[in-house]
């Protein structure tokens, strides 16, 4: 019996881990108010970041003002694209597009402002960044700190081929 259970947890685990390792199917929408679908952007081969973060989160700025600075290099070597998930909800929304706007983040924007791709990646955290090729998350890192940029670029590279 004891070894049925333990078979049987990790069957659940083992279907939770795969569970999160694809971008789930779902509609997002842009800034400009038009609708994508998320398993769209990384289709064809197509090497694609998605991070995740607020407009009250400094880390989350942060990251994307780093990797602002390198990103048409990244984007000329590799063609990566990145796609910008804001997480803010109902209140704190009208802050994203004036917040965008005053960066000049070269970033396509797509807003979550029921956090439902963060709970679907079960993330409890922004930062979330992920590199994704064909709806497979490749790569997963949550949080900042300076130079976490380099590491994504690396792990770009190494996905790129």
């Not at 804001?86 to 070269?106: E, F, M, Q, Y």
């Not at 064909?134 to 670029?153: A, C, M, V, W």
Request: hydrophobic residues 40%.
């Amino acid at each position: 019996m004891k070894t049925l259970i333990t078979f049987f947890i990790a069957i659940t685990c083992a279907m939770y881990v795969s569970a999160q390792d694809v971008l789930p199917k779902m509609q997002m929408e842009t800034l400009e108010g038009e609708t994508i679908s998320l398993e769209d952007i990384s289709k064809d081969d197509q090497l694609v970041i998605v991070s995740l973060w607020a407009t009250w989160c400094v880390p989350c700025k942060n990251e994307l003002d780093a990797i602002s600075e390198v990103y048409q290099d990244w984007v000329d070597e590799t063609h990566v694209k990145l796609y910008a998930v804001s997480v803010d909800d109902a209140r704190t929304v009208k802050r994203v597009k004036p917040l965008v706007s005053g960066k000049d983040w070269d970033y396509e924007i797509l807003l979550d402002t029921n956090s439902e791709l963060k709970r679907q990646l079960n993330a409890p955290t922004i930062p979330l960044t992920l590199l994704v090729k064909n709806n497979k998350i490749l790569f997963r890192h949550s949080g900042y700190t300076p130079g976490s940029e380099d590491e994504l670029y690396e792990k770009i590279l190494e996905f790129s081929n």
